[in-house]
């Protein structure tokens, strides 16, 4: 079992859908991550969480919006996605990102296909 | 947005005989890190290394580092067919933990 949970596992949604990812870890790490990973690639960033703001927007068109409500929560909106974006959606979260040296926790990833 | 190569890109094996893949990266580092994913699963940390140490062991993984040429090696001793799976290189760079990994190896370790 991971210790950062993604919901839901799959989803598949139409280009005109409007759907929310979430992802939640209660380890009390104050930096959160999004990736975006496509089959028998490496993870690609999309974005970084440092103390519920956001840090890092890796040039991630629009149509993905993230949210931090709290430092347990990360939130990835999804409207109008384009069928290439079908992927697995991996979120982390590492202690604090002013330091060097520290693992990421992944959890499994919301498998995402748009029709 | 990728940083690091890796080779070679799959690796099938027999149980109990060791994998090696490399990890060829394009920048200066904090730390070079190591993580195993399994098919549909997230990706699992294995080990970290400085950018000021040169070899890191844990259990049945040596990892080592040369700045010099921006390559790091992995090597799983005794390998078991629980090993088979994908592992990535990660490279972590600039200030603030912010991570690019590698292109993979896919390992297959053969009961």
């Known amino acids: 079992d991971t210790e950062v949970t993604q919901t839901p596992k799959h989803l598949v949604m139409g280009m005109t859908n409007k759907k929310s990812l979430k992802c939640e870890q209660h380890?009390?790490?104050?930096?959160m991550y999004w990736y975006k990973q496509k089959a028998k690639k490496p993870p690609e960033l999309m974005f970084v969480?440092?103390?519920?703001?956001?840090?890092i927007n890796e040039s991630v068109p629009s149509r993905f919006s993230p949210e931090c409500p709290n430092s347990s929560l990360l939130n990835l909106h999804l409207h109008a996605l384009q069928p290439e974006d079908s992927a697995l959606y991996l979120c982390?979260?590492?202690?604090?990102?002013?330091?060097?040296?520290?693992?990421?926790?992944f959890g499994d990833g919301t498998r995402l296909s748009i029709l | 947005s990728q940083q690091g190569e890796e080779d070679p890109q799959a690796l099938s094996i027999q149980e109990g005989e060791n994998a090696t893949m490399n990890c060829s990266y394009k920048?200066?580092?904090?730390?070079l890190q190591w993580y195993r994913q399994n098919s549909g699963r997230g990706l699992v940390h294995l080990i970290l290394?400085?950018?000021?140490?040169r070899e890191k062991h844990s259990g049945r993984l040596r990892v080592t580092l040369d700045t010099s040429k921006k390559s790091s090696s992995l090597l799983i001793t005794a390998s078991r067919a629980a090993d088979t799976a994908s592992y990535f290189c990660?490279?972590?760079?600039?200030?603030?933990?912010?991570?690019?990994f590698g292109t993979g190896t896919s390992l297959t370790v053969i009961p």
């Open positions: 982390a979260s590492s202690q604090d990102r002013r330091y060097s040296n520290q693992p990421q926790h």
């Open positions: 380890m009390g790490h104050r930096a």
């Open positions: 969480y440092s103390y519920e703001k956001l840090s």
């Open positions: 920048t200066s580092i904090n730390n």
């Open positions: 290394i400085r950018s000021n140490e």
């Open positions: 990660a490279t972590d760079v600039g200030t603030g933990n912010q991570f690019y």
